[in-house]
């Protein structure tokens, strides 16, 4: 396990860092320059100058690089260009909110999959087959942003019980209840397609799990067809069904900025898209590396959990 | 003289070859798409198809033509999807605006695959190209879909190109992945020592037998994918980094019809219809060719 464990880590540390040079030096690429976008159309050229001097862009490339490791170790990530403030208060409370929401969704996803995949294994009903499969097919062909909206529509406008966008005024932990209100639409919207995926992959891994012979066993001995579900097949079938949840994180991160957008969330997903469009370097360059160690961590946490779970992956040794 | 004779020699493999897909197996994939759930499928899709090619000639009026008085009418016989708040013909707008997710989905999906199933082919049978590229295609797929978006955009601009190479980016690493494990479980079968003995360059060894053997999961992917490139021109067109507004897309079309969906219900009706067909053809394409590889 723990060379399984060391060969992993390694390869995740030479991908962040792979990364955070080509982020580094992609950032720099983008055309339109912060200078000018600070100093506005009829600065003269000494200012501009000074400008560049005073953020540092004056100097290679590879010290500019070096100096924001360093600032990025000490976590002082300094003001923001453009946006205002500092960059690590901006990045922090954006992350809340997405965070928050991407983990609501994540949860609701995943105990509707639970829920939904055991109930159509255990009864195996025709019709609630077929509406699941209904559902499920639904869920996946109609984009994100057309539900976010007529969520809203519905809801908020139509009949107005649910908030139509914002995150909760009094912050998340202070008052729950409200914070769930606020919530809702916005988790529905983003884990819809993850939820379709997921009950999907748990079915079909249930389904192959009860034609394994232990399944033939254990019904033979009297053993009734729920239990042996909720107790067997249920626990073999989740190691897959975990990766498959990693992978969800990822695409419910990229759909978390379809959903900010519509839902007027101030999460990191519309932080994004402003850095972009002002070439705000220092809030970009962090939100891209933040990106990439979000889909690296989950990456490792997934695979770890996968060789926990299932001792063959680890001890077939590294892949 | 003929041909023939000045061909260079190259390893034929004698009789069937243990472990390649015979003909039989690509009449099960055939079979797949003409039959069921893959029928219906691919009726969908080409249905979809055959309104964007045709479009031009069926649209009553131009995409961005606006008609006197024709502000947002609901549907009726002059203009059976309605009209806009800027009194454009929706029909016209959509079946213009299906050629757009055309392009993405049957120009930039293929190529893209095309250059991460060359790439990973090439690049997995030696150790050292092997680290790099999957490196490489580890980093692509860091960035959630999106954010590359949000990124190539800033380099060139909103527009259709930019969409279409977003989905070469997003499809390049996946391709690329899936391929080189067909690489790394095929070089190990026999057959292939047993041809390499016989002189077989590695080239021929990928083209002969790796190929073949991963075209089937290519395919079964090639329809996901395509499914999810309809998925982010809509995305990025809702986000402004698509079309440039007068001309439409299926994704801008859905955006503004869901905007308006207080005023005018039967907006988004038209749009939001091909995109759940195109999607849900592709889809079921997709399942029905998964169904039969496993059969």
Known sequence: MTRYLLSRLGSALLVTALASVGIFALIRLVPGDPVSVLAGPDATAESRAAIRAELGLDRPFWSQYVHWIGDLARLDLGPSYKLGGDVGSLISDGALNTVVLTLFALVLAAAGAIVASTAAVVWDKRWLNSLLSAVNTAAVAVPTFATALVLVLVFAVRFPVLPAGGTPPAGFFSQPDIALQYLILPGLALALPAWAALTRFLTESLRTELRQPYVTTARALGIPRRRIVLTQALRNALPATVTVLGLQLGSLLGGAILVEAVFAWPGLGRLVEQGISSRDYPVVQVLLLLSVVVFVLTQLVGDLIHAWLDPRVRLNGVS | ?295
């Not at chain 2, 023939?4 to 472990?19: D, I, M, N, R």
């Not at chain 2, 800027?86 to 989905?105: A, K």
């Not at chain 2, 067909?182 to 021929?204: C, K, L, N």
């Not at chain 2, 309809?230 to 019809?257: N, Q, T, W």
Request: glycine fraction near 10%.
């Open chain 2, 1 to 295: 003289m003929t041909a023939s004779v000045t061909e260079p020699l190259t390893p034929v493999p004698v009789g069937p070859v243990p472990g390649d897909p015979g003909p039989v197996r690509a009449n099960r994939l055939r079979h797949a798409l003409l039959h069921g759930r893959g029928r219906v499928g691919v009726v969908l899709v080409g249905l979809v198809l055959l309104l964007g090619v045709l479009g031009p000639l069926l649209a009553p009026y131009g995409p961005t033509e606006q008609i006197q008085g024709a502000n947002l009418v609901g549907p009726g016989a002059g203009h059976w999807l309605g009209t806009d708040e800027l009194n454009r013909d929706i029909l016209s707008r959509t079946l213009y605006g299906i050629r757009v997710d055309l392009v993405v989905v049957f120009a930039a999906v293929p190529v893209g695959a095309a250059l991460g199933v060359l790439l990973g082919l090439v690049t997995s049978w030696w150790p050292v190209t092997d680290v790099i590229a999957q490196r490489a295609f580890d980093l692509l797929l860091a960035f959630p879909a999106l954010i590359l978006g949000i990124l190539i955009t800033a380099f060139l601009g909103p527009g259709v190109f930019t969409v279409a190479v977003v989905i070469v980016a997003i499809e390049l690493p996946v391709f690329g992945r899936l391929v080189r494990t067909s690489v790394r479980t095929v070089r190990e079968m026999p057959f292939v020592e047993a041809s390499q003995v016989v002189g077989a360059t590695p080239w021929w060894v990928l083209r002969k037998h790796v190929l073949p053997n991963s075209l089937e999961p290519l395919t079964v992917q090639l329809a996901v994918s395509m499914s999810v490139a309809v998925f982010v021109e809509g995305a990025m067109s809702f986000l402004g980094l698509g079309v440039r507004p007068p001309h439409p897309s299926l994704g801008s079309l859905i955006k503004d019809g869901v905007r308006l969906l207080h005023e005018a219900p039967f907006f988004a009706a038209g749009p939001l219809t091909i995109v759940v067909a195109l999607v849900l053809g592709l889809l079921l394409i997709s399942q029905s060719l998964a169904e039969a590889r496993r059969a």
